[in-house]
């Protein structure tokens, strides 16, 4: 999940500059996605979490392992490897601009908080996204108990960062 959990954090790092929306308004009169997404920010986080993808393929064609875990392979060849990577780190994002929209069509603000709905946008972009390229490593890599702890994990791991982030100066809000 490392290629899905660094796009967001790197996003907020590294982004500014221009809105995706480029500032036009859906037809209920609110703005699109808002100032908050940004394509700086986009592919900056695609960057991010794509880079580190690869770290963990090139340990796992080395046979490293932390805590006697193996690296993922992300699938049975490079290519497939690098698709898996890329559709988990872009997912991330979608899903966390899909979220986005829908809490514009809300009327809430850019930064109000959705429970559960913040933490696991991305999470459900990125396995919507490796589901659509590689089904059969999808299925056969997120099995039910990886599924739960994610799911379970992943609030906690959120809410954690983004308090650093909020610490740090990154985010306006600690949520």
């Given amino acids: 999940m490392l290629p899905a959990y660094l796009p967001n954090p790197f996003a907020a790092v590294f982004g500014g500059g221009k809105p995706i929306d480029g500032g036009r308004t859906y037809k209920d009169g609110r703005r699109v996605l808002g100032d908050g997404k940004t394509y700086r920010g986009l592919f900056s986080g695609i960057f991010c979490g794509f880079i580190a993808g690869c770290i963990e393929i090139w340990l796992s064609s080395r046979g490293f392992e932390v805590i006697g875990i193996k690296m993922p392979a992300f699938g049975p060849d490079y290519k497939s490897a690098l698709i898996v990577v890329l559709a988990l780190s872009s997912g991330a994002l979608f899903g966390d601009m899909f ?39 999808f299925v056969s890599n997120f099995t039910h108990g990886i599924i739960l702890t994610v799911i379970i994990i992943t609030p906690l791991l959120h809410l954690t960062t983004n308090i650093i982030g909020y610490l740090i100066g990154v985010k306006k809000e600690p949520w």
């Fill in 99 to 137: 979220k986005s929209f829908f809490k514009r069509r809300m009327g809430l603000k850019r930064g109000a908080s959705l429970p559960l709905v913040d933490q696991l946008d991305f999470v459900v972009g990125a396995w919507v996204f490796t589901y659509l390229v590689a089904p059969e490593w």
